[in-house]
């Protein structure tokens, strides 16, 4: 092939790096041309072009659909990864992180989620699973999430076979391939079922879909881990995927990034922890202004981390705790990313809530609105925003509490059923979220959400056939919509996004 069939000039060059920055996340300045034109010169020959120019500006002709972004995202992005890479990074996880949090929770609802966005072939969320189990003896009476997303599927499908050959365990301790992998003919690794169960894998666009959601269970998150992902990113996306992480997480949840990601100017909302070769961020609602803490080799993470830490000595004497870093003059905290306490007298105490919740302070959202007149008032936009809030905590006894309560006030409305199911999903109460959804489909039998989360847990309880009839029923009613219209009820997911999610379901490569 000769060299005016493979190349594109740099006009146009810079219209694709900025379609696939836009569309896709991946950001290839000038000096990746070579990366970015050796992956469209594969990707176009699969697209049907023997030159690279026609398929490029066929590509910018038209908005991307789901069988474009898989193919590119198959040429364009890296799948270079293996079992507990970053070890410094997981001797925190192991060591800082999760002894605090396991004992929290052991006292409470044992429940655990955790995000591994960008998880390529597996090998981050199978090593979570594995730190989990070796962690929680008693981890089969845990209600343990492993939610793993990608956006390239075949990535995707690669993770959800669990085979692996040497390469991947490469710096990784002997006791992982000896203790939880099974090896077969050809030497290849298989990993155990019970390590397999505790993650599900979907496709998610971290540029453009939808997060948090309750409909695509990317909500509450205790941890989440987009590590070597962001670096494809351009700053104003690395920001938005961060303040959308950020409403993600639960109150004192951690978000965790590569190690050449990790930059305060990306993530000021959060709290900034420096533990021993590794830095990490905290979700904390009380912070107002940016601060960082430093937690020495022999130092555990407090469970409250506003409770006297130690701090690493500067070399002119002891540092004070937290050691608090110096706000940015035109960037502060309180001006980017936190709202205002004080609002205007005519603003209502909803709509103040509403910002907090939009802003990810689910804390704050509750606190905002008085109760008592919410439950007297029977205001039901009040007590869906209430319960969503107390979900985003993982407060669930308290979120089906308000959710009931709206129900009470009104029993025809299908939307309050669907909520309820969502919660009692989470809950892992699947029956009781079937018997919810069957009551909103009663009410609504053209309640497109219903459909499609009835699809989803008759797919985990085996029932296949039943689950294609409620994926059907859903793509059907879809097809009456316009593909750039919002799906009723999805807090903004797009009808097309929706039936390529069903598409890739039906499929099976997200099952």
């Known amino acids: 092939m000769n060299r005016s069939s493979t190349s594109i000039d740099d006009s146009l060059f810079s219209q694709l790096s900025q379609f696939l920055s836009t569309h896709m996340g991946l950001h290839f300045p000038p000096e990746r041309k070579y990366e970015l034109i050796r992956g469209i010169r594969s990707a176009s020959r699969e697209f049907g072009f023997q030159r690279v120019e026609p398929c490029v500006r066929w590509l910018l002709s038209a908005p991307l659909g789901k069988s474009q972004i898989e193919t590119l995202a198959r040429y364009l992005t890296v799948g270079e990864t293996y079992f507990f890479r970053e070890h410094k990074m997981f001797d925190a996880l192991e060591k800082r992180i999760l002894p605090p949090l396991i004992r929290s929770r052991a006292r409470l609802s044992k429940r655990?989620?955790?995000?591994?966005?960008?998880?390529?072939?597996?090998?981050?969320?199978?090593?979570?699973?594995?730190?989990?189990?070796?962690?929680?003896?008693?981890?089969?009476?845990?209600?343990?999430?492993?939610?793993?997303?990608?956006?390239?599927?075949?990535?995707?499908?690669?993770?959800?076979?669990?085979?692996?050959?040497?390469?991947?365990?490469?710096?990784?301790?002997?006791?992982?391939?000896?203790?939880?992998?099974?090896?077969?003919?050809?030497?290849?690794?298989?990993?155990?079922?019970?390590?397999?169960?505790f993650v599900q894998f979907s496709y998610l666009n971290l540029v453009e879909d939808i997060y948090p959601s309750f409909y695509n269970e990317i909500h509450a998150m205790d941890i989440i881990f987009c590590r070597n992902v962001l670096m494809y990113f351009t700053m104003e996306q690395i920001k938005r995927a961060g303040e959308r992480f950020f409403k993600t997480l639960m109150n004192h949840g951690w978000l965790i990034v590569g190690s050449s990601e990790a930059s305060h100017a990306y993530f000021p909302q959060y709290v900034n922890v420096t533990f021993p070769g590794a830095i990490l961020y905290r979700k904390d609602e009380d912070c107002r202004e940016p601060f960082k803490i430093y937690i020495p080799e022999s130092e555990p993470v407090k469970e409250n981390l506003k409770e006297p830490i130690k701090t690493v000595p500067s070399k002119s004497g002891p540092v004070p705790t937290p050691v608090q870093s110096t706000p940015l003059k035109s960037e502060s905290r309180r001006e980017k990313t936190v709202p205002e306490k004080t609002v205007s007298d005519n603003d209502s105490s909803l709509k103040k809530a509403e910002r907090f919740y939009q802003k990810g302070f689910y804390e704050e959202t509750i606190q905002s609105v008085d109760l008592h007149s919410v439950r007297s008032s029977g205001n039901t936009d009040a007590m869906v925003l209430i319960s969503k809030a107390f979900a985003n905590q993982g407060r669930i006894k308290e979120a089906l509490d308000w959710c009931n309560q709206a129900i009470g006030v009104n029993k025809l409305d299908p939307s309050f059923y669907h909520l309820k199911a969502v919660i009692y999903q989470e809950e892992g109460n699947i029956d009781q979220a079937s018997a919810a959804l069957k009551k909103a489909l009663y009410l609504d039998p053209e309640f497109i959400l219903a459909y499609f989360t009835l699809g989803h847990l008759t797919l985990q309880q085996g029932k296949t056939q039943e689950s294609q009839k409620h994926f059907d029923n859903a793509f059907s009613l879809l097809e009456t919509h316009d593909q750039d219209d919002s799906v009723p009820g999805s807090e903004g997911m797009t009808v097309g996004r929706l039936r390529e999610i069903i598409q890739f379901v039906k499929n099976g490569e997200l099952a």
């Open 112 to 197: 655990l989620r955790i995000w591994s966005a960008g998880c390529c072939t597996g090998e981050e969320p199978y090593s979570i699973a594995i730190l989990l189990t070796k962690m929680i003896p008693d981890h089969e009476e845990w209600n343990i999430t492993i939610m793993a997303t990608d956006i390239n599927p075949q990535f995707l499908r690669k993770a959800r076979e669990a085979v692996y050959r040497d390469w991947s365990f490469r710096g990784t301790p002997y006791w992982v391939k000896d203790g939880y992998f099974d090896r077969v003919d050809g030497g290849l690794y298989v990993l155990k079922q019970e390590i397999k169960k």
